[in-house]
């Protein structure tokens, strides 16, 4: 059913899900005000501030660590400068990381940085997995779906995670 | 009339119970099980650029005929047993791999450009290498040098390279792979350059972000292509039907 459902458009987006997110450069969350789901760094709530994406990665570590405490994710969120990747779990220290130098941070979307860390959450969670790394894959992917800013998420976000699970569903091997 | 009612009240049954059994199942986008075939078979997260700035997935490594290419790092404690992490689906083949290749194809020749470390920032190599050592362990690896005289050619993204010895020719390479182009191209990059502080360097650079990938929906639309080489020169390319 869900798959028969049209993405939210851009102006339907800021529509139903109303507003910016801002927080200051401590990574402290001071409320929503305006249209959009981008995040905003300000001093105020209504200070104009500048958008994330632009942010150094001092701050946006701690906002990403902000909102990743709030989802239950523990520690820190780290800084990496990778080529293309969004995020990344490390099980050698438990911590997650987000590619400063990626899309995540630059597309600047407040549901698609939920949802990639409910995915790298479900790592973190699961750290010495028993099971397969296909299997872990495809369970995470269920965990990102299922959360409710799945149903916020760019096209982008949406179309690929589908299609990644699609591919894990169709390439693995199952043990009945 | 009694009678087609309980057929009726049956078939809603039904229908309402199919409906429902669907409604709880996660979507699997009916195309991947006729689309994404390169993604299917590709075996290998190394990337190949062509004409210094595409740059295309590989469906094999050209390190494939040496047996034990994947643990030639494995004295320096690389991330090892990684989940993989998420990125944007075909800007990079995503597979649980501890490093991956850059390779060239310049002048027809077939060259090993640079090696990355999985899920290692690019700025923080020397603390796997202190002394660039993953140059010296590929050269016993292949039996085959870096070389000055084939400097890399890349104009763009420089900061992700840390070859400074130049290129290695892939003299050993006589096999057939496919490739497929990435949805991630540099292409200049995109937005302001954001300074940041590179520990390799210990200086601070400045980036810019690459442009946004390719949109999923075009990006499958498009053929890879057969690469015949013999001892590491290209001597047949074509479009293949796999996408």
């Known amino acids: 059913m869900a798959s028969s459902l049209p993405a939210l458009s851009e102006s339907e987006q800021k529509s139903c899900n109303g507003e910016s997110f801002v927080y200051d450069q401590s990574g402290a969350f001071l409320g929503e005000r305006g249209t959009g789901n981008d995040i905003i760094i300000a001093s105020t709530l209504y200070e104009a501030g500048y958008a994330l994406s632009t942010a150094s990665p001092d701050i946006v570590s701690r906002v990403m660590t902000t909102i990743g405490n709030n989802m239950g994710i523990v520690g820190t969120i780290g800084i990496t400068y990778e080529n293309r990747i969004y995020a990344y779990h490390d099980p050698n220290n438990g911590r997650i990381y987000v590619n400063y130098n990626g899309d995540l941070v630059s597309n600047n979307n407040y549901y698609d940085i939920v949802s990639i860390l409910r995915y790298e959450q479900y790592h973190q969670m699961t750290i010495g997995y028993s099971t397969t790394w296909e299997q872990n894959e495809y369970q995470a992917f269920i965990y990102q779906m299922n959360d409710p800013s799945f149903q916020n998420v760019s096209w982008n976000v949406r179309n690929e995670t589908v299609t990644n699970f699609g591919l894990l569903h169709v390439n693995q091997t199952y043990n009945p | ?243």
């Open chain 2, 1 to 243: 009339m009694k009678k087609y009612s309980y057929l009726l009240l049956i078939f809603l049954l039904i229908n309402g119970t199919v409906s429902f059994i669907e409604a709880q199942q996660f979507p699997i986008p009916k195309d991947v099980y006729t689309a994404f075939e390169f993604l299917k078979k590709s075996k290998t997260s190394d990337m190949l650029y062509i004409n210094d700035t595409v740059v295309y997935l590989m469906s094999n490594s050209p390190l494939e005929v040496f047996p034990g290419y994947k643990d030639i790092y494995e004295s320096h404690n690389l991330p090892q047993n990684l989940p993989l992490p998420s990125m944007p689906l075909g800007s990079r083949v995503n597979l649980p791999d501890t490093y991956y290749v850059i390779w060239c194809l310049k002048d027809s020749i077939l060259y090993l450009s640079d090696i990355n470390i999985s899920r290692a920032s690019f700025c923080d190599y020397k603390s796997f290498f202190p002394n660039n050592e993953q140059y010296i362990l590929m050269e016993k690896l292949t039996k085959v040098k870096f070389d000055k005289k084939y400097p890399l050619p890349y104009k763009n993204e420089l900061y992700l390279y840390h070859n400074t010895i130049g290129m290695m020719p892939a003299t050993w390479y006589n096999d057939t792979i496919l490739i497929k182009i990435s949805r991630g191209q540099y292409l200049g990059g995109q937005g302001k350059e954001l300074p940041i502080f590179c520990s390799d360097l210990n200086d601070t650079i400045r980036i810019k972000r690459p442009a946004p990938p390719m949109e999923l929906d075009k990006w499958k639309k498009i053929a890879s292509e057969e690469l015949v080489f013999k001892n590491g020169r290209l001597i047949s390319r074509k479009t293949t039907d796999i996408y």
